[in-house]
């Protein structure tokens, strides 16, 4: 159902830079902030990605000939930081959660444009702030987890600016968290219902309530550490009779949600993506809505199984047990209804449908290796070794990092008004594809045989595997080349894609694409079936409005 | 951190109340820094009651902690979110000079909080390193006090912006004023909570 | 046409169910089992990967049969079937993730059990006469592995002492100091752990036993080997820039060998 009301609120101010020159300023428009987030995530996922290949560089030979160990630590720490903090978190929340969300809810902008543009502008400091620290004395090398006592008793300069840039990511993305809630919550077109907002403004909500409510607590945290070091107390140096127990408990508070934080807002997109492309109504909208809210929950709950080797009491072990593999269930749920939703569809297998169905392939696996990590005796094995580093790479790579992709193959025409290489893009799809899963999969087997992780040298044994891994981590390298050659060229000359190329029902492809500064130059649509494919009625009315 | 927020929202204000709508998503946004705010208070309160439970400290090393002054400092704060909700009663009447006088007591209520706690830490036999205790105490009244430091100079600017007639804020422009009370009244409930946990427990 | 149906998707998760028994009992992944926690592990491993390879196949299946099934053909135009959601449907794939969950959460219970991790955490050395038991933060207890020999008081005390970048080992019985774990094969070792410096962990992978070594936390593994032979002790915990190095080896000796070793070794010979 199609209906258009008048605009209902402000306009954003139109003293704003034009061209290509607003993308460097502080702007207000949703759509300009969103987009910066988007560049400024993808030239620090550049910057994590040399790291990464840095790492498997040093790993092709068993000894520790590539770079000083130290160093190897620093890249290590830098390559995490930057990957969760500067390139997923920012990019699946705040690039298309700041471009799409006021257009799902029918608004012209963000509840708190100012506020959105200063977490924006937070970012690229602390993230050069951060990369810096490694020309000033050396970067963090104690890991992105940065667990005391290492973290108090390496050198000090490169763990402070370390802290200092994740306390302003941290306070970027609450605001961002605040942002969206107020959004969500109270800038509604009126007429919509919350019941029939599209699905990434349901995942956005359930994330930024998990921002909100755990962010805080690391931050709390980190001043903690930070003074550790600098005043030298003792919360965390059992040398001055500290607990290093209690800093992973709070850490975990956080960093555990901070994986719902990378993927419930993928989960949202694929939501979107799926049934354009299959053409059909997402499958089970209310369970998806409450298995959102299902994870939500749960999220804050489990964080312990991140510590089952350390000193936790059965009890903690048993809980956490129980509470993380139950988190399966609601994500289990997801997953049969996006195989419901191309059940019986007419599905155009383009560059975005390839990534959105790689991801649900690649994140079984890790949501497999995730269930069976959840089981304390399994957990006692391989904690901290390759075959975690290879389910959370099934996570936030084979997962989020395939679903940004597919992303910005479905929504490069309304960001640009053309259409990216269908050619190149599968090319791109089946490099990552197979780049990744070669990384990856065989670090299972390397950690269930006694690799550990974040190591420069290991047991010959391990060699031949880990150079497979190599290879792979290469052609991942190479996949980002023909996907900037097809992003520069179809900006330059690529096809128009006119408004509405996917003949898509969400809002956003319901104005001109780009769109103009206040989103609709007339009225806001008001859509309350943004999946109604193949509703006779509902094409009939379409039809009537065009 | 904490500034930022604020500072934003009535700047936000200026557009938003002239077009006389949605105005109270403005607080809905406060309503959740604060509950941010309150779980970096959380943090603290747990990691201090894990290691109360968990890492005792030797008996030589237990100080009993003073009641009167943090007794006082806790009836300061609680008459001052009092007096802050009476500044309001008056700002809604348009009273300007009843509501400046009630702001004015606030702030001075609130720095006098400020100071009893300054003369607590002066006086007091341990320091910030002595023991997880000590840090512990330091950090939790510290953060605290940082909040009530950025909660005195806002009812200052907003007993500056109250005065008629060049004031920014009146009954029309409420939102600074509301924002700042319940920011008042959050920093006050955290006191009580930290006062039971820290003093009475 | 119905009837077909049904027999091609009971025919097809059979095939999926017995092909996913039969990839999780041939392909091994795991090391050499050397303890008696070992094969209890191995067990919950098989059915982890047993659920895994029939989920993981049975998705990817799906997947890529819709791909391929439902696939626009060219010059295809128009939408898919108007389908929102089918409750019957989602309320049974709701119930069976949760009730596969919930056998293997409590299956995994068992398995901890039978490991040793719901052992109350204790540590009597026998040196110790102090009548206040010692703190012990976290680790796993001797545990009904062994059924009645599992008495503490026959279990081998080690102190392990961790510290950048070494594990150094401290036999109380002979007072020996030793870079390298030497145990006898088929008798309950109780190691005590502390660090000196930064978190480490001891992890031997033909143990399948892995535990944190906390500065200011001791805490416990107790664990009886039982295959003879020379395993990796691996430190697995992030502690600095030699941690890739740290690594020693635990000596699984015959008793007599194990003896011969002690005797030898032993301050106390007088």
């Known amino acids: ?546 | 951190m904490t500034s930022i927020v604020p500072q934003e929202k009535s700047s936000e204000s200026k557009k938003n109340l002239s077009e006389g709508e949605h105005e109270d998503f403005r607080l809905f946004g406060l309503i959740a820094f604060l509950i941010a705010d309150g779980m970096t208070f959380a943090g603290f309160f747990a990691a201090y009651l894990t290691f109360k439970a968990v890492n005792p400290l030797a008996p030589d090393a237990i100080y009993e902690l003073e009641l009167p002054l943090p007794t006082l400092n806790t009836i300061l704060l609680l008459v001052s979110s009092f007096t802050f909700h009476r500044a309001g009663k008056f700002l809604e009447k348009e009273e300007a000079k009843q509501c400046q006088k009630w702001l004015l007591i606030t702030g001075a209520l609130g720095v006098a909080f400020l100071i009893s706690q300054m003369f607590e830490y002066f006086t007091l036999p341990f320091g910030l390193t002595d023991n997880l205790f000590a840090s512990t105490f330091y950090a939790l009244t510290g953060f605290h006090g940082l909040h009530v430091t950025l909660g005195s100079i806002m009812i200052m600017i907003i007993w500056w912006q109250t005065r008629v007639p060049n004031g920014r804020v009146n009954k029309e422009n409420l939102f600074p004023f509301e924002a700042v009370e319940l920011y008042w009244h959050f920093v006050d409930g955290i006191w009580v909570v930290l006062f039971i946990i820290l003093y009475l427990l | ?270």
């Not at chain 1, 930081?81 to 006021?102: C, Q, R």
């Not at chain 1, 109270?186 to 919350?194: D, Q, W």
């Not at chain 1, 269930?448 to 040298?457: K, Q, T």
């Not at chain 3, 015959?254 to 011969?260: A, I, R, S």
Request: overall charge neutral; glycine content about 10%; aromatic content about 14%.
């Open chain 3, 1 to 270: 046409m119905p009837k077909m149906s049904a027999i091609l998707t009971l025919a097809s998760s059979l095939i999926l169910g017995v092909g996913g028994v039969w990839i999780a009992y041939n392909v091994d992944m795991l090391p050499v089992s050397a303890s008696t926690n070992a094969p209890v592990y191995d067990e919950l491993y098989r059915v982890l990967f047993i659920i895994g390879s029939i989920l993981f196949i049975g998705m990817t299946a799906l997947v890529i049969y819709s791909l391929i099934q439902f696939r626009r053909r060219p010059g295809e135009t128009g939408d898919g079937i108007d389908l929102e959601g089918n409750i019957s449907l989602e309320i049974f794939w709701t119930a069976v993730p949760a009730i596969v969950v919930l056998f293997v959460g409590l299956y995994s219970y068992d398995i901890y059990d039978r490991m040793g991790g719901m052992q109350p955490l204790m540590h009597d050395q026998s040196g110790h006469m102090g009548n206040q038991a010692e703190r012990v933060w976290g680790g796993i207890g001797s545990g009904p592995i062994e059924t009645s020999s599992s008495n503490n008081s026959s279990s081998l005390p080690i102190e392990l002492t961790a510290m950048q970048f070494a594990f150094i080992f401290h036999y109380p019985k002979g007072d020996i100091i030793s870079g390298e774990l030497h145990v006898p094969v088929g008798k309950e070792v109780s190691l005590k752990m502390e660090s000196k410096d930064v978190i480490h962990a001891f992890w031997v992978p033909q143990f399948r036993l892995k535990q944190d070594v906390i500065p200011g936390q001791p805490t416990i593994l107790n664990f009886t080997p039982t295959k003879a032979g020379n395993f990796p002790i691996v430190c697995a915990e992030l502690c600095g820039p030699y941690h890739g190095g740290m690594r020693s080896n635990v000596i699984v000796d015959e008793q007599e060998d194990f003896d011969t070793w002690i005797r030898e070794n032993s301050k106390e010979t007088i």
């Open chain 1, 1 to 546: 159902m199609t209906v258009s009301l008048k605009p209902n609120n402000s306009t954003p101010e139109k003293l704003q830079p034009t061209g290509w020159l607003k993308y460097l300023s502080f702007s207000l428009d949703h759509k300009v902030i969103g987009l910066q987030y988007l560049v400024c995530g993808f030239l620090f996922y550049l910057i994590g990605g040399s790291l990464a290949g840095a790492i498997r560089v040093e790993l092709t030979s068993p000894l520790s000939d590539f770079m000083p160990r130290e160093v190897y630590n620093q890249v290590l720490t830098l390559h995490g930081t930057i990957m969760i903090f500067l390139w997923i978190v920012p990019v699946v929340n705040g690039a298309f959660g700041n471009y799409l969300i006021p257009f799902y809810v029918g608004a012209r902008d963000m509840a708190f444009p100012r506020l959105n543009a200063v977490a924006f502008w937070l970012i690229p400091p602390s993230g050069l702030m951060l990369i810096t620290s490694y020309f000033i004395n050396g970067a963090a090398q104690s890991g992105w987890t940065a667990y005391p006592p290492l973290s108090i008793t390496t050198p000090a300069a490169g763990q402070i600016i370390w802290i200092l840039s994740v306390l302003l990511l941290g306070g970027s993305s609450i605001f961002g968290g605040i942002n969206f809630i107020a959004t969500i919550i109270k800038l509604r077109r009126p007429g919509l219902k919350l019941m029939q907002l599209p699905m990434y403004c349901w995942a956005m909500l359930g994330t930024s309530i998990l921002v909100v409510l755990s962010t805080p607590v690391l931050a709390g945290t980190l001043i903690l550490l930070s003074f550790d070091i600098v005043a030298h107390t003792g919360f965390f140096n059992p040398s001055l009779g500290g607990n290093v127990i209690v800093y992973q408990h709070l850490f975990w508070f956080y960093s555990h949600p901070a994986v719902y934080i990378m993927v419930l807002p993928a989960f949202g997109l694929v939501s979107e993506i799926l049934p354009i492309h299959s053409r059909k109504p997402l499958f089970g909208y209310t369970t998806m809505v409450f298995s959102i809210m299902g994870i939500v929950v749960l999220g804050l709950v489990v964080w312990a199984h991140h510590m089952f080797t350390s000193g936790t009491p059965p009890w903690m072990r048993l809980f956490f047990t129980i509470a993380t593999a139950f988190i399966a269930v609601p994500t289990g749920i997801k997953f049969f209804n996006w195989v419901a939703t191309l059940w019986g569809g007419k599905i155009s297998l383009n560059s975005a449908m390839l990534f959105s169905c790689g991801f649900i392939i690649n994140f079984v696996l890790g949501g497999i290796t995730g269930v069976a990590l959840a089981q304390v005796p399994f957990d006692i094995h391989v904690h901290d070794t390759y075959f975690v580093v290879a389910h959370f790479h099934y996570i936030v790579y084979g997962g989020s990092v395939f679903v940004i992709f597919s992303s910005i193959y479905h929504w490069f025409p309304k960001f640009t008004g053309k259409m990216l290489n269908e050619n190149l893009g599968r090319f791109h799809f089946i490099l990552t594809f197979i780049g990744f899963n070669l990384c990856f999969a065989p670090q299972h087997w390397l950690g269930l045989n006694g690799m550990p992780r974040r190591v420069a040298e290991y047991d010959p044994q391990f060699q031949l595997i880990n150079q497979i891994s190599s290879v792979g981590a290469l052609l991942m390298a190479l996949s980002t080349l023909p996907f900037l050659w097809n992003v520069f060229q179809s900006i330059l000359y690529g096809h128009d894609a006119g408004d509405n190329p996917w003949n898509a029902l969400t809002p956003e492809w319901l104005t001109s694409s780009p769109p103009p500064v206040e989103n609709w130059d007339g009225e806001a649509p008001l859509v309350l079936e943004p999946y109604g494919y193949g509703n006779k009625n509902l094409n009939k009315t379409q039809e009537q409005n065009k």
